[in-house]
């Protein structure tokens, strides 16, 4: 069983997304060609603890060498490929043997309350069209009331919103979940698309002056925000309220884990919420040092 092998099981059976297989397809390259592994048998304790030591010497362009949640996700794709290789009866390193690194309180950057109050009501207090006030406060009530991936609300169109029960519907391959909203994320998004009357069925949109322009060449039903516009969204709102944090998209994910683990959920129900593809995943989001 090699890694293509895995990558078909994640696709067809898990119904992992692309994103995800990507990933860990290069996780997992990335793991054998700096060990020089050739067969998944050959892979030793030892291989792992040189690819750890090898991740935490690692710089990226701006010589910043890598956190300490990225070479657990290296780690993460390693132990769930062991897992698969496990359940096919072949005898290989125990996925249990691979040990994630631990992550300080302080990398993890987690985002108090008080902070995401200042970042809910910063739309509001810009110069910007109301549209685009109730646009960009729509857009942060919801990320982070549902922990909702970027990508996911990219993607999503206005008719797959029940605002009878305020369940978002996200559906990935043969794979689905519903998401919550709270009620002030759906009233800011009720009121958002009270404002709009363009007929265009994506949810959010941009609101410039290029938008009619661009509209002539491609259709309606394709015109929507990118992954890349929300976080650049995300980004204007905590420089304009001056958090001393580093928020992105996976942080506002991660206070959402930690909001559900307060509540009490059990970490099973929050990766079912948070569509993570291994539980190791979501105990990385819920654990606090």
């Known amino acids: 069983m090699n890694i293509s092998d895995y990558l ?9 997304t692309q994103k995800t ?19 998944p048998e050959d892979i030793t304790d030892e291989n792992v603890d040189q690819f750890k030591k090898f991740l935490a010497q690692v ?5 910043e060498l890598t956190k300490t949640s990225t ?24 996925p249990n043997e691979v040990k994630l690194n631990k992550q300080n309180f302080k990398e993890k950057n987690i ?12 739309p509001m207090h810009t110069k910007n069209p109301g549209i685009i006030q109730n646009r960009d406060k729509a857009i942060l009530e919801i990320l982070l009331c549902s922990g909702i991936k970027v990508s996911e609300l990219a993607q999503l169109k206005k008719s797959e919103i029940n605002f ?20 002030q994320a759906a009233y800011s998004l009720k009121k958002y698309l009270s404002l709009r009357n363009d007929g265009i069925n994506a949810l959010f949109i941009r609101h410039d002056k290029a938008k009619d ?25 905590v420089k304009k309220t001056n958090l001393n944090i580093n928020i992105t998209p996976e942080k506002l994910r991660q206070a959402y884990a930690l909001h559900l683990k307060k509540k009490g959920y059990d970490e099973k129900t929050i990766q079912g919420m948070l569509g993570h593809e291994s539980i190791v995943t979501t105990k990385l989001y819920t654990k606090l040092r």
């Open 21 to 39: 297989i990507e990933n860990y397809n290069y996780y997992l390259k990335r793991f054998f060609n700096f060990c020089h592994i050739s067969s």
């Open 71 to 94: 070479q657990n996700y290296h780690l993460i794709a390693l132990r769930s490929y062991l897992d698969f290789l496990k359940s096919k009866d072949i005898i290989t390193l125990n």
């Open 164 to 183: 009878n029960t305020s369940i978002i519907h996200i559906l990935h391959q043969k794979k689905s979940r519903a998401l919550n909203l709270s009620n």
């Open 59 to 63: 710089r990226n362009n701006k010589k």
């Open 8 to 16: 078909d099981y994640l696709k067809n059976s898990k119904h992992s």
């Open 111 to 122: 985002m108090s309350d008080n902070a995401i109050e200042q970042l809910l009501a910063a």
């Open 213 to 237: 322009r661009q509209l002539l060449k491609i259709t309606k039903d394709n015109y929507q925000l990118t992954p890349r516009t929300f976080q650049r969204i995300i980004k204007k709102y």
